[in-house]
């Protein structure tokens, strides 16, 4: 079989082969025909999903000459003219594609602003398609921002980045965005089929499945796994052999830690993380599986019914549903989800990997599947070692989670007569919708076995049970909320400048300087932008009468002024629900009705 690399023998070639990107298409598709051009537009999305696909297209659309020669601009290029034969193979001399991630960007974007000031040589327009254009250098992106100031008539710019927030602001106005979408797998799925089915290559649609599962959006991706599996495969593709090739992305993995996790068997857990290593596999891609197996799971739980009987997973995902309880598999998204972004701040991904799993074990909530005393005993003894790095991740859901509500419900007995005693009545199946965060909290709130109230107390920040707070105040913690809260009541600054503040550590006051400097650890990238550091450092001037300088770091903060905070409201949470508690008449109803239960979180302090 002569072989032309399927990606590139089915890349999209006109708006309407542009699989997956509707709204995209549309708008172009609009402008082209009503012929309002912008003169710069910005593709973002993430790899694989089309944004060079699309600016060839445009590129077309703007040249094609169509098949008599006579054509003009248009949403439906032609493919035949030599414009459109040309910018297909790569070979027209007015578009030129730039990956600006290349070392030779810098040189080359400089060149090709140079080139700018001439007419295009054969088309109608220059178009200029920079790739990862979030890689520029700020020199590059001011001589690019000249030209996107006043463009020629006859030049378009396309931009394309998977990370447009490194994007300069400057840029950014100046185009017209549009974001592609990552591919859904079952519209993936169905793309492969249609391609091999034009391709004549058998193929069984538990392989599609698989191979539009492992592409993660990106149909790019889809295509060149369908070529890898294909050459693997000897020119077919059975189930059994792309479970084989993905190796890499193989679910095994995910669902050995799964199962190991279940069975609390942390010796497992790290031998399979040095299985891991040795195979040279990615941590990240791990915790990913991890992530749509225990979704799938929460799913299986939920409702049974969604089983679906084609996904070759699925029997697997369904066996594993019934080793762990629901709030657990909840629990272990969370821990999974939040993991992801920690890997980077480790010394290694593999360390940081086991750490996100032993995490697990050491807070799991006391399971219905394995070892629940073992589990409790675990995380009794080892609160204090883990508690600041759980701090993000469980304390902020307590605070969250409590929602408004009557303090006592007792609820009619009668109405749940046949139930059996350890069912929650039904009033606690109306409780707010939650999600994120909360749910590692709120779910282990609405199990009744005392066991997962104990464990419950466990998890929530130590204010809670009545010792001390997992982190340590300090005294510049106690200087810097201070400061917060003397800022947050001149009420001059905004709401993002606010949450910068909340959600700051001060490490470090540096006096002997001038001015002196305030050195604050934020954790959240998106909130350490420049200007946000320049409003709260006028803020606090302001507050002390005296320039000082702020400077943000990176790393995980503790003793922040959301953390105090949250801690203050837990206890007087705490105190709040200890009050109703010891209320003789409260106990008194709850002796009278069985099922009567003080609804977890209903209790609002003053
Ligand atoms: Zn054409």
């Known amino acids: 079989m002569s072989y032309l690399v399927l990606a590139r023998k089915y890349r999209s070639r ?95 974007i400089s060149q090709l602003l140079d080139q700018a000031v001439y007419k295009p040589v054969v088309g109608r327009f220059k178009v200029y398609l920079i790739d990862e254009v979030h890689m520029l250098s700020n020199t590059a ?43 859904a ?111 799938q799971m929460a799913v299986l739980q939920a409702v049974p019914d969604a089983l679906d009987e084609s996904d070759p997973d699925a029997p697997t995902a369904a066996r594993l549903a019934g080793l762990l309880a629901p709030d657990e598999t909840q629990f272990l998204y969370s821990i999974v989800l939040h993991g992801r972004a920690e890997l980077g701040l480790a010394p290694d991904e593999y360390s940081g990997l086991v750490m996100v799993l032993l995490r697990m074990l050491a ?21 204090a070692a883990a508690a600041p790095v759980l701090s993000k991740a469980i304390a902020a859901p307590v605070a969250a989670a409590l929602p408004a509500r009557p303090a006592v419900v007792a609820s009619a007995p009668i109405a749940r007569a046949s139930a059996p005693a350890s069912e929650p009545p039904p009033w606690l199946d109306d409780e707010p919708p939650y999600e994120g965060e909360a749910l590692a909290t709120t779910v282990s709130v609405r199990e009744p076995e005392p066991q997962k109230m104990q464990m419950q ?23 810097w909320a201070e400061a917060v809260s003397q800022m947050n009541e ?15 550590q001060c490490v470090a006051v540096d006096e002997q300087v001038q001015p002196p400097v305030w050195r604050l650890r934020v954790e959240r990238e998106t909130l350490r932008a420049p200007a946000q550091r320049d409003k709260l450092q006028a803020a606090l001037s302001e507050l002390l009468k005296q320039p000082v300088q702020l400077e943000l770091e990176a790393g995980v903060a503790s003793d922040t002024p959301a953390q105090r905070a949250g801690a203050e409201r837990a206890r007087r949470q705490n105190e709040a629900e200890q009050i109703i508690h010891n209320d003789p008449l409260v106990q008194a109803l709850m002796q009278q009705f069985k099922t009567a239960r003080i609804v977890p979180g209903s209790v609002k302090p003053h």
């Open 490 to 504: 001149t009420a001059s600054i905004s709401a993002l400048v606010r949450e910068l503040a909340m959600q700051a």
């Open 185 to 295: 797998p079952q519209t993936v799925q169905e793309h492969l089929a249609t391609v091999l089915a034009a391709e004549k290559i058998e193929a069984e649609p538990g392989a599609l499945r698989l191979l539009a599962r492992a592409a993660r959006g990106s149909m790019r991706d889809a295509l060149s796994l369908t070529d890898q599996a294909i050459a693997f495969g000897a020119g077919s593709l059975s189930e059994a052999g792309v479970r084989q090739m993905l190796g890499a992305v193989d679910r095994s993995h995910a669902v050995r830690l799964v199962e190991a996790l279940a069975a609390g068997q942390g010796a497992e857990v790290v031998a399979a993380v040095d299985g891991l290593r040795s195979l040279g596999l990615s941590a990240t891609g791990t915790l990913e599986e991890m992530v749509a197996l225990l979704q």
């Open 363 to 383: 807070f799991r909530p006391g399971g219905a599947a394995a070892a629940p005393q073992r589990s409790i005993a675990t995380t009794s003894a080892k609160p």
């Open 141 to 183: 992106f001011n001589a690019m921002l000249k030209t996107l100031e006043e463009p020629p008539e006859y030049l378009k710019f396309v931009l394309a980045t998977t990370d447009p927030q490194k994007v300069p602001p400057t840029v950014l106005s100046r185009c017209l965005q549009f974001n592609l979408r990552p591919m």
């Open 457 to 479: 107390m466990q998890m929530r920040p130590a204010p809670v049970a009545g010792a001390s707070p997992t982190w340590v105040p300090t005294v510049l913690g106690d200087r």
């Open 14 to 108: 006109d708006f309407e082969a542009l699989v997956g990107q509707e709204h995209v298409v549309k708008a172009l598709t609009n402008a082209l025909t009503q012929q309002r051009l912008h003169h710069a537009y910005l593709f973002t999305g993430t790899r694989g999903v089309g944004k060079t696909s699309v600016s060839r297209i445009l590129a077309k659309a703007l040249n094609c000459t169509g098949a008599d020669g006579t054509g003009g601009i248009t949403a439906h290029p032609c493919g035949v003219c030599d414009a459109c034969r040309d910018i297909d193979s790569g070979r027209f001399i007015d578009y030129v594609e730039l990956d600006a991630a290349s070392n030779r960007g810098v040189e080359e």
